[in-house]
């Protein structure tokens, strides 16, 4: 209960930062919740906890009241990655870091063949390994707090 | 108990997806709120560009209070921008209780344009910025008035120059587009080329603002 309640507050934060001026670097802003919940994948195996943090993410991003083609197709991608998280054949962080990056290539399908799209690449495999870094080890250490309570 | 438990989590949450647009206008402002504690200026620069964007929004609005021909606008603050980048957006908080209408100009600070409403709420706003891929609009540069076509996106391309007119990097580029304000500023001309075998040419538009920068703007009607 209390890794989902950590995971949900990591992902309505992420997400409405997402949403403000803050993120822009050169102009640009990273996939951060895309990042997030990919890593978070990993470390949630099961889909009833994965869907709920997934839905979150997609009610904050929404950026009108309707429904509109591209929130649907925000959601694809989220799950997909979060799919392949599971189904990619390496590392868990190999298989995070490629999730990401065909996740941002179906965000960004209209522009792939540009500048502005590789820069986004890269920033957000940067960012994926420093996410990776700090919700790994935050993990790591809650579930081992949890283990010597027991 | 558990199953049921999470099953009707999952249920809420898309119900809220799918139904929670009366729940809009708020989730803005809490974005709006988060901008708010997290922005705290870091460096000098970006004090100074703070105190020059007040500057240029105080003689703005004096040359309105002494100006025979009052601009019918209403102002606004910005709620939050588009999360991804395929898109460039901002939500403002002005809306149809306002008398905002779809097509209404949006600037930012001395007459420097932002874009144009896109889509109006009750209490607030989407706005396409100049900054979107699909931006496209009429343009002049220098004192020369030279036209050409200002098309948007990460980099503010414009094309359509004839090549036998010169254009010099440095050069001012205002809006002349229809459903328009003739005149906004946009930016200057950054870098000029050649298109090999064109007859026109194209330049780089530096703009005179960023998205990050966008707190309070005003829409004309």
């Given at each position: 209960m209390w890794q989902f309640i950590i995971s949900a507050t990591i992902v309505s934060l992420t997400a409405f930062i997402q949403t403000t001026n803050l993120v822009f670097i050169n102009g640009l802003k990273p996939d951060l919740v895309l990042i997030v919940l990919a890593i978070l994948a990993a470390i949630h195996k099961e889909?009833?906890?994965?869907?709920?943090?997934?839905?979150?993410?997609?009610?904050?991003?929404?950026?009108?009241?309707?429904?509109?083609?591209?929130?649907?197709?925000?959601?694809?991608?989220?799950?997909?990655?979060?799919?392949?998280?599971?189904?990619?054949?390496?590392?868990?962080?190999?298989?995070?870091?490629?999730?990401?990056?065909?996740?941002?290539?179906?965000?960004?399908?209209?522009?792939?063949?540009?500048?502005?799209?590789?820069?986004?690449?890269?920033?957000?495999?940067?960012?994926?390994?420093?996410?990776?870094?700090?919700?790994?080890?935050?993990?790591?250490?809650?579930?081992?707090?949890?283990?010597?309570?027991? | 108990m558990r199953k049921i438990s999470t099953l009707s989590a999952i249920i809420v949450l898309l119900l809220l997806l799918i139904f929670g647009g009366p729940l809009f206008d708020k989730k803005l402002s809490i974005s709006q709120s988060i901008n708010n504690l997290l922005s705290i200026p870091s460096s000098r620069q970006e004090f100074e560009d703070k105190i020059a964007s007040l500057e240029a929004e105080n003689l703005k609005l004096r040359k309105q209070i002494l100006s025979k021909d009052g601009i019918d606008s209403v102002s606004a603050k910005v709620y939050s921008s588009y999360p991804l980048n395929n898109r460039s957006e901002i939500a403002i908080s002005a809306g149809k209780k306002n008398g905002i209408e779809v097509g209404d100009t949006v600037v930012y600070g001395d007459n420097v344009l932002v874009g144009k409403i896109t889509n109006v709420f009750k209490s607030s706003s989407i706005v396409t910025t100049i900054f979107d891929p699909s931006w496209e609009i009429s343009v002049r540069i220098g004192d020369n008035e030279v036209d050409a076509l200002l098309s948007g996106g990460n980099e503010l391309t414009l094309t359509l120059i004839p090549k036998e007119i010169e254009i010099k990097p440095g050069e001012k580029v205002v809006s002349a587009g229809s459903n328009i304000p003739y005149g906004l500023k946009i930016g200057i001309v950054r870098s000029v080329s050649d298109i090999p075998g064109g007859v026109f040419k194209k330049a780089i538009v530096e703009p005179d603002f960023q998205i990050r920068q966008l707190r309070d703007v005003a829409i004309y009607h």
């Open positions: 889909w009833k906890i994965r869907t709920p943090l997934a839905l979150i993410a997609i009610f904050i991003l929404k950026f009108s009241p309707m429904i509109n083609w591209m929130d649907v197709i925000f959601a694809a991608t989220v799950f997909m990655a979060m799919s392949l998280v599971d189904y990619l054949p390496w590392k868990k962080l190999v298989n995070i870091i490629v999730s990401i990056m065909i996740g941002t290539i179906i965000i960004n399908a209209s522009a792939i063949i540009s500048v502005v799209f590789i820069e986004e690449l890269l920033l957000n495999l940067i960012i994926s390994l420093i996410f990776f870094l700090v919700i790994n080890n935050l993990y790591a250490k809650i579930i081992k707090t949890q283990k010597n309570r027991f | -």
